[in-house]
């Protein structure tokens, strides 16, 4: 009695994942098995109803945006929670769920845990780049109570799971600048990157000595047109587009030559979903995953845009953000995310052009 008790609760926790991430998949499957297996229907459908939600911190900007739709699709809506400290939620978020959330408030941030048993968060809050060199003190305040705030709620089991985003601003000027690998020198020189170097240690240190599930990617530059980027220094890969298609012409705050690692968004959001659906063991790297889409300079890029718009045209004025970008690598090596947790990009630089001449809505500008 004991050893089938057992194996019912083994198989039924396979059900549980399996019913979190895959929803729909997952109502098909217990249909079919209803009439055989009516023990193992009703058992896990009980704990589906009770699965933890999930809630993404600072959704209104870049990646919070897409993420949020994309855990939706995955997820359902019910069972995903967006909140910015924004007290409405951003247009494109306007059908979901939402709440006004400031994530260096711990207690607030608990009590959201608490009221709608929240059990992963994506905590996306941060301030960029070219952003926190013109506000360190806040910048490290945001970006670091923030990341404490919710590691502290794994450490003590409030939560089971947390997404936490590093950036190729872990690098510095001394770093190997071709193919940057994952283990390397790192002596970033941005209040930015600094924090999320600092953030890595963290994240690994919580989860050594913890057991805290952190799971973490270095993002580099990413490129979308849902919403509008803010306060990067790989901002210009995606205000070009706006400006293309407004008046054909984009003055750019970089240098022609400086090559950038870059992704587009789509693959962005599914390296992340990715890295959160896989199993822990998989996860060997728990400070963050060095992650590489295409790497190509403004010059590159300009190319790419005018082979589809003719006539379009481009000057340099590169601007305090030029020093930044110089610090960061031109590519990455992301071999261990590709042998860890299966990651591949989709979109090389001619797809992405494509895509964001198709969709880019100028009249935002
Ligand atoms: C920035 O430019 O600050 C960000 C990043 C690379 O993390 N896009």
Not at 132 to 142: G, Q, S, Y
Not at 230 to 249: E, L, M
Not at 271 to 284: F, L, R, Y
Request: glycine share 6%; with cysteine; charged share 20%.
């Amino acid at each position: 009695m004991f050893g089938s008790n057992r194996i019912l609760t083994k198989i039924s926790c396979k059900f549980l994942a399996f019913s979190h991430r895959r929803p729909n998949e997952y109502k098909i499957l217990c249909y079919r098995t209803h009439s055989t297996m009516k023990c193992l229907y009703s058992l896990p459908n009980i704990l589906y109803n009770a699965m933890g939600k999930i809630l993404v911190i600072g959704s209104a900007g870049q990646i919070g945006t897409e993420l949020v739709l994309a855990l939706e699709k995955e997820y359902g809506k019910s069972n995903v929670i967006a909140s910015d400290v924004k007290p409405e939620p951003t247009f494109a978020l306007r059908e979901s769920n939402y709440l006004a959330l400031d994530v260096m408030n711990a207690e607030a941030l608990d009590g959201v845990v608490k009221k709608y048993g929240v059990s992963e968060i994506y905590l996306l809050a941060a301030l960029l780049s070219a952003t926190a060199e013109k506000n360190p003190d806040f910048a490290w305040k945001l970006n670091m109570d923030g990341l404490f705030n919710v590691l502290n709620l794994a450490r003590y089991k409030k939560i089971e799971k947390v997404f936490w985003p590093s950036s190729i601003a872990v690098f510095g000027p001394t770093t190997p600048k071709d193919m940057t690998p994952q283990s390397t020198i790192m002596e970033p020189t941005t209040v930015y990157g600094i924090s999320k170097q600092s953030g890595e240690q963290w994240c690994n240190y919580y989860h050594c000595k913890y057991g805290v599930d952190v799971r973490s990617i270095r993002y580099p530059g990413l490129i979308s047109y849902t919403s509008l980027p803010g306060g990067g220094t790989t901002d210009y890969a995606v205000d070009i587009f706006y400006h293309a298609k407004k008046s054909n012409s984009y003055t750019c705050y970089l240098s022609e030559n400086t090559a950038l690692p870059m992704m587009y968004m789509e693959d962005a959001i599914r390296a992340t979903i990715q890295i959160m659906q896989s199993p822990a063991e998989n996860i060997k790297i728990r400070t963050s995953y060095n992650l590489a889409g295409m790497s190509f300079t403004p010059k590159l890029l300009a190319e790419a845009i005018t082979e589809r718009l003719p006539g379009f045209g481009i000057n340099y004025a590169p601007d305090f953000r030029q020093k930044i970008a110089d610090s960061w690598p031109n590519s990455i090596d992301d071999q261990d995310a590709k042998n860890d947790w299966g990651w591949s990009m989709s979109y090389d630089l001619s797809a992405m052009v494509k895509v964001m001449l198709e969709n880019t809505d100028e009249s935002l500008l």
